[in-house]
Nanobody, 124 residues
Framework: QVWLVESGGRSVQAGGSLRLSCAAS????????MGWFRQAPGKEREFLAT????????KYADSVKGRFTISRDNAKNTVYLQMNSLKPEDTAVYYC?????????????????WGQGTQVTVSS
């Protein structure tokens, strides 16, 4: 079992920045690929970014490429999502998730453990 706790979500104006954090409970954090997803009301969960266990491989959704950056600090069992140039359409609940293994993935079904989510609201 891996417990994930997201933090950092809040209300922000368009054009602003936020950094989300996701702390993992497990000491073997370095064995897990991490991902960030979001879900807006009435929409399906959307992949945003993923990072390999070592942190050397990342992948982004086209919708956030160039604006969002995923990173991880394995010493702190934490993964981050830096979000810049935020837009009202970025408003959603943001989730982190983890999957065992070495292969990164954009598919939510590949992730075994999920956090409870943190709300990000971007106003125009």
């Amino acid at each position: 079992q891996v417990w994930l706790v997201e933090s950092g979500g809040r209300s922000v104006q368009a054009g602003g920045s936020l950094r989300l954090s996701c702390a993992a409970s497990r000491r073997t954090f370095t064995n897990y690929v991490m991902g960030w997803f979001r879900q807006a009301p009435g929409k399906e969960r959307e992949f945003l970014a993923t990072i390999s266990a070592s942190g050397d491989i990342t992948k982004y959704a086209d919708s956030v490429k160039g604006r969002f950056t995923i990173s991880r600090d394995n010493a702190k069992n934490t993964v981050y999502l830096q979000m810049n140039s935020l837009k009202p359409e970025d408003t959603a609940v943001y989730y982190c998730a983890c999957k065992a293994g070495t292969t990164i993935s954009s598919r939510a079904s590949r992730y075994s453990y999920w956090g409870q989510g943190t709300q990000v609201t971007v106003s125009s």
